[in-house]
């Protein structure tokens, strides 16, 4: 028997404020034909001032838990993937623990930028695997809109905000491809590629928080390659075929990224969860954002073979195999 962990529960939150492409063009230099032409994005999420990372944090994990049928207090470990937390230290993490009302355990975050979701997943997975966690909360959640340079027409408006969250539970399996659970991660980095994509900002370098720069085509290049070779992996190491793939659920960074990845698995349009055109790239959230959607639309069902892929800055890109 293996120990498998098993996603018992998800849960999506917003900020409260929408804004189209025809809102920034008030303000940006651009247009609602290049956005959608380059980027398939129409609209994002904006959070208020009043509106924090561990807002939207909480608000997705109490939406898990509660489809989990899970209390906090039962929780082990709580992994949250950020790259805009509220304060450079404590983790915002110990900050969602306290207001779930969680007095044990562990919380920590995790930062991996895009690829965010996929690690602390993957680190979860591990704590479970080990036996050292049972039950552990999953989080992605970013105020990305924080970094971003308004007077950058190449990278702002490209991004949004949100959270996302999994409850995942550990369980026996056989070991085998049919278990219910996460069948695998893979987690890759070369940061030979770090100033690809970067925020000119930060504690150590020079105390300020720095906005976003991207060296945007090649960001875009290496996105298709190490995404496409990331879902070759999991397949491989899996023994699966790319046809027995009910759902892909890929980071929503651009929707031309999303479709040539797809295109090289011949995974059909159909069987690609796409959130970009509504939420923007909202890093580290938006893997669990499109579950969350997909899972409570009904298009994700019991059972389901579903592939994570990401990829961010770093580089950092990986994967994860979930059979739902
Ligand atoms: O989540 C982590 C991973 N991040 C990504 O995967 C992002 C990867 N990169 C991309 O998605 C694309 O490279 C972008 C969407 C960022 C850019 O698309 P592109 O097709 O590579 O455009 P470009 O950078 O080559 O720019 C083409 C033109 C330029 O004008 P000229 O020099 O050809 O006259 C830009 O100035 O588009 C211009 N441009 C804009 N025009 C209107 C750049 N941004 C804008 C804008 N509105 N917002």
Redesign the pocket.
């Known amino acids: 028997m293996t120990m498998r962990s098993v996603i018992v529960g998800c849960g999506t939150c917003l900020p409260r404020r929408a804004v189209s492409n025809h809102d920034l063009m008030k303000t ?4 609602d034909e ?2 959608v032409q ?2 398939g994005i129409r609209s994002r999420y904006i959070a208020d001032e009043d509106e924090k990372t561990s807002d939207l944090a909480i608000g997705a994990a109490r939406q898990a838990l509660a489809m989990a049928g899970v209390d906090a207090e039962r929780l082990d470990l709580i992994v949250l993937a950020t790259t805009t937390p509220d304060h450079t230290f404590p983790a915002t993490a110990t900050k969602v623990q306290a207001a779930l009302g969680m007095t044990g355990g562990m919380a920590f975050d995790v930062q991996a ?2 690829s965010g979701f996929i690690y602390a997943l993957a680190v979860a997975d591990n704590f479970i695997r080990l036996g050292q966690a049972r039950t552990a909360l999953v989080i992605g959640a970013e105020t990305f809109s924080r970094l971003l340079d308004w007077n950058d ?7 949004g905000d949100g959270a996302g969250a999994v409850v995942l539970e550990a369980s026996e399996g056989t070991g085998a491809a049919g278990d219910r659970g996460i069948l695998s991660t893979h987690l890759h980095s070369d940061g030979r590629h770090y100033d690809m ?1 970067w925020v000119d900002g930060g504690p150590s370098a020079n105390r300020t928080i720095g906005h976003v720069r ?1 060296a ?5 290049r290496h ?1 298709v390659t190490r995404l496409s070779e990331a879902a070759e992996e999991a397949l491989a190491a899996n023994g699966i075929k790319a046809a027995e793939l009910d759902w892909l659920i890929p ?1 929503q ?2 929707q ?2 999303i479709e040539a990845t797809a295109r090289r698995l011949k995974m059909p349009a159909e069987k690609t969860v796409l959130t970009v055109d509504r939420h923007g ?1 909202t ?1 580290a959230a ?1 893997i669990p954002l499109a579950l969350g959607e997909a899972v409570a639309d009904g298009r994700v069902k019991r059972g389901d073979l579903l592939l994570l892929e ?4 770093g580089f950092t890109w990986g994967s994860a195999l979930v059979r739902w």
């Open positions: 940006v230099d651009t247009s290049w956005i380059r980027t930028v895009c027409r190449t990278t702002c408006v490209l991004f994509l991207m945007g085509q090649e960001v875009f996105a980071h960074a651009n031309r990224i790239n890093s938006s990401a990829m961010g800055g």
